[in-house]
């Protein structure tokens, strides 16, 4: 019933810039939360953003001061400015949202399909 929908991945330098943005489209009534989490080879996937509807925010501290969430409530997406990348911060990005549909009322979570973000020179 929802989809989401993630772009922006790619290789990038050290010290460069990406954004990722989450598209969610489908039927929703509301959005409760938007994150992106980020997963690399033999590690766990962490939270590395929360975004919520009081307008509070949330960052892992690896990226804390130099990454920022950000959300369009009229579009239903969510982006990650991510700035000064570093090799550490090569995974697979997913991003994560709690919606309340349309039909039926029901809250669910969903993920995207993952984007991949490459730091290296």
């Known amino acids: 019933q929802v989809q989401l929908v993630e772009s922006g991945g790619g290789l990038v330098q050290p010290g460069g810039s990406l954004r990722l943005s989450c598209a969610a489209s489908g039927s929703i009534f509301s959005i409760n939360s938007m994150a992106w989490y980020r997963q690399a080879p033999g590690n766990q996937r962490e939270l590395v953003a929360s975004?919520?509807?009081?307008?509070?925010?949330w960052y892992t501290g690896s990226v804390r001061g130099r990454s920022t969430i950000s959300r369009d409530n009229a579009k239903n997406t969510v982006s990650l400015q991510m700035n000064s990348l570093k090799p550490e911060d090569t995974a697979v990005y997913y991003c994560n949202v709690v919606i309340k549909e349309r039909l039926g009322s029901q809250v669910r979570n969903y993920w995207g399909q993952g984007t991949q973000v490459t730091v290296s020179s």
């Open positions: 975004s919520f509807n009081d307008g509070s925010t």
